[in-house]
C-alpha cells in the first residue's frame, strides 16, 4: 500500500503540513462543497469564524483515495476529470511555477488594481494553495478561500485562508451576501470543460466592480530565431500531441490566447492581457532573466511528464515505455544549449460593471 494511503486521513492532513518560518499560522479547516457525501469528520475549528458557506462541510476520507497510475499519484475526487498528477513531485513543480510567476511581475502577485483592503477573495484551482497562503499573508484584511479537486494544502495556514475540495466546474451555492471582490485563477488550461459556464459563474458571483483575474501561460513553447522550431522537432511534435489529446479529452490545455476575449463575452470591463515572455533556459545575457530561465527550464522538464503521461495514455493509448521516450526527447531539446526558447505568460484581468447586479 503506497505509504499515504496507510495512514488515516486526519493523519494525513497534519503529517503533509509544510509551515514556512516566521509566519503565524493556524490549523486550517477543509470543507468539502458537496453536502451529500458520506462525512469523515477531520477537523471543525474554521479557519476564518463564523463565514463558512452554507454548503461547506467537513472533508470525506474517499477525497484522500488517490489513484496511482504508471508510478505517479492522481486525485480521487471527480477521478478521471483532471490529467495531470497531485504527488509531491507535481507539488514541488506547481511551488516552483509560484515563484516563477512572482519573479516574472517583479514580485507581485496580481496584475489587477485591487485595492489593500480588498475583503472576499477566491482562488480557483489553487493547487498548493501557496498563492492564497501569499496573499492572505500581502493581504491581512481579506478572507481567501482556494478550491480545489485535491487536498494537497498544507495544514497551517493563515488564519484569513481556508481551502475547499470542491469541482470549479459544479453549482456555486454562495450565498448573495458571500459574494467576492476578487477572483483568481492560475494554471487553469487542461482543467476546464466548459468556459462559458466557468465565466457566468464567476460573474455570478463578483460584487459589482470586482475584479476577475486569470494568469495563464501559451502550453506552445516558442523560439524568435527559430519560429517553426526546427531545431526542436521533438517540442513541436509533442506540443501538437498533448494540444490534440487535451481537445479530445475535452479540456483543452492551450486556452491562454483565448482569455481575453472569454472575458469581453462574459462582460468584463476594462480587460487587459498584460503577456510576458519567460525565457526557458540560461541562455539571456541579463542576469535575472538567466535564473528566471533556470528556474522556467527546470519546471518544463518536470512538467512535460505531469502534462504528457495520462493525457497520452490514456487518450491516445500510447504505452507507459513509448511515452517516457517521447518526454526524454521533450526533455533533451528543452536542455539543449543553442536553443533559445521561451514560453508566453498571459495576465489577464478585468473588472465587473458597477451597475449590474
Ligand atoms: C496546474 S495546477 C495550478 C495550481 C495553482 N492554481 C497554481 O497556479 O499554483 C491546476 C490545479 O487545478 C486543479 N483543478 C483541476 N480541475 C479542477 C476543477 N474542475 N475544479 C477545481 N480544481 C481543479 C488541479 O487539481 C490542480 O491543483
Known amino acids: 500500500m503506497p505509504p499515504e494511503t496507510a495512514f488515516p486521513p486526519s493523519w494525513v492532513a497534519i503529517i503533509r503540513t509544510r509551515p514556512r518560518a516566521g509566519r503565524s499560522r493556524q490549523k486550517a479547516s477543509y470543507g468539502l462543497n458537496k453536502p451529500n457525501d458520506n462525512i469523515d469528520h477531520i477537523d471543525s475549528d474554521s479557519a476564518i469564524g463564523s463565514d463558512h458557506s452554507a454548503a461547506s462541510t ?27 498528477p497531485n504527488d509531491e513531485r507535481e507539488q514541488n513543480r506547481m511551488d516552483l511555477h509560484h515563484h516563477i510567476f512572482r519573479l516574472s511581475l517583479g514580485g507581485q502577485l496580481t496584475r489587477a488594481p485591487i485595492p489593500q483592503d480588498v475583503q472576499r477573495v477566491l482562488d480557483l484551482g489553487t493547487g498548493t494553495g501557496i498563492w ?12 481567501v478561500i482556494g478550491n480545489d479537486l485535491s487536498p494537497i494544502q498544507p495544514a497551517w495556514v493563515p488564519a484569513n485562508c481556508k481551502f475547499i475540495v470542491d469541482d470549479a466546474e459544479s453549482d456555486w451555492i454562495y450565498r448573495p451576501e458571500e459574494a467576492f471582490d476578487y477572483i483568481h485563477g492560475r494554471s487553469l488550461g487542461g482543467s476546464i470543460r466548459d468556459w462559458d459556464r466557468l465565466y457566468r459563474q464567476i460573474y455570478q458571483n463578483l460584487k459589482p466592480g470586482g475584479w476577475l483575474e486569470m494568469q495563464e501561460y501559451e502550453v506552445w513553447i516558442r523560439s524568435e530565431d527559430d519560429p517553426e522550431l526546427l ?11 498533448v ?11 492551450n486556452i491562454a490566447e483565448s482569455v481575453k ?12 492581457d498584460d503577456v510576458y515572455k519567460v525565457p526557458i533556459g540560461t541562455w539571456p545575457l541579463d ?29 491516445l493509448k500510447w504505452s507507459n515505455e513509448e511515452t517516457q521516450v517521447l518526454i526524454a526527447k521533450v526533455r533533451s531539446d ?4 543553442k536553443q533559445h526558447l521561451h514560453s508566453t505568460f498571459h495576465f489577464v484581468y478585468g473588472r465587473k460593471p458597477t451597475s449590474t447586479g
Open 287 to 315: 542576469p535575472k532573466l538567466k535564473v528566471l530561465g533556470l528556474y522556467q527550464r527546470e519546471q518544463i522538464c518536470d512538467c512535460v511528464e505531469s502534462v504528457t503521461l495520462a493525457l497520452l495514455t490514456r487518450v
Open 334 to 337: 528543452l536542455r539543449n544549449k
Open 243 to 253: 494540444d490534440k489529446a487535451s481537445i479530445m479529452f475535452g479540456k483543452r490545455l
Open 132 to 143: 492564497a497562503i501569499d496573499f492572505a499573508d500581502e493581504y491581512p484584511n481579506a478572507i
Open 261 to 272: 476575449q472569454r472575458f469581453i463575452d462574459a462582460g468584463f470591463e476594462d480587460v487587459r
Open 231 to 241: 531545431n526542436a522537432p521533438v517540442i513541436a511534435q509533442w506540443q501538437e500531441l
Open 58 to 84: 467537513s472533508i470525506t476520507s474517499s477525497v484522500f483515495n488517490y489513484k496511482y497510475e504508471n508510478g505517479r499519484r492522481y486525485h480521487s475526487f471527480r477521478e478521471g476529470e483532471y490529467m495531470l
